[in-house]
């Protein structure tokens, strides 16, 4: 009996060796988006597409992406990760061997966020047109710092009395405030800090 149940353990450790490699795998799907589209995307100094794309990336934690396009300036974003939930069923089913094998395949990490959103900002402003917005942008960005959380909240959410007040401020139509709270809602995603996320929100909208 102790021979037969051995041989059952020793045949199922390779089953479990790899959880969160069978689960999840060593790749992952992430969506790029920009305001304009058209802008190269670039990993680690590999040129993957121009956005929009959606495309299969392989986990690795430490990876920069780059957007850019002729006549805007660059955008520099860390693709950020976290530890893969099935890892931990991994270190109970697997041990050492099977955490082993995930930290090899890449596995053991998940992006998060999966998609990115950028706004480009245009090399060369007219010294004409700087100064017609700059007291207005100050003061939505003012009040997205300030509000930062809620507006967060009600994007997410759909909608609500802050993110209302934010769409006024920027003078968003209401045919096109939907489109807006989805590109608000990516930004938030992909900027945790308030103020660069102030920023990327009132350009994103400058640009419509």
Known sequence: MKHAFALVLALSLPVFSGCASIVSGSKQELSFQSTPDGASVTVNGRI???TPITTQLDKKA???????KDGYKPVTMQLTTSLDPWFWGNIV???LIGSTVDGLSGAVHQYAPSQYFVTLDKENVSQLEAPMSRAQDSKVKDFI??????IVADV??????????????LN?????????LRKVRALSDAF?????????VIAAVHSN
């Open 62 to 68: 430490d990876q920069t992406v780059v957007f850019s």
């Open 48 to 50: 993957i597409g121009k």
């Open 93 to 95: 089913l697997g041990g």
């Open 172 to 180: 968003v139509p209401k045919e096109k405030k939907d489109d807006a």
């Open 156 to 169: 997410h959410k759909g909608g609500g009395e802050n993110s209302d007040a934010l769409m006024s401020m």
């Open 145 to 150: 710092v300030a509000r930062y959380r809620s």
């Open 192 to 200: 945790t800090d308030a103020p660069q996320f102030a920023d990327q």
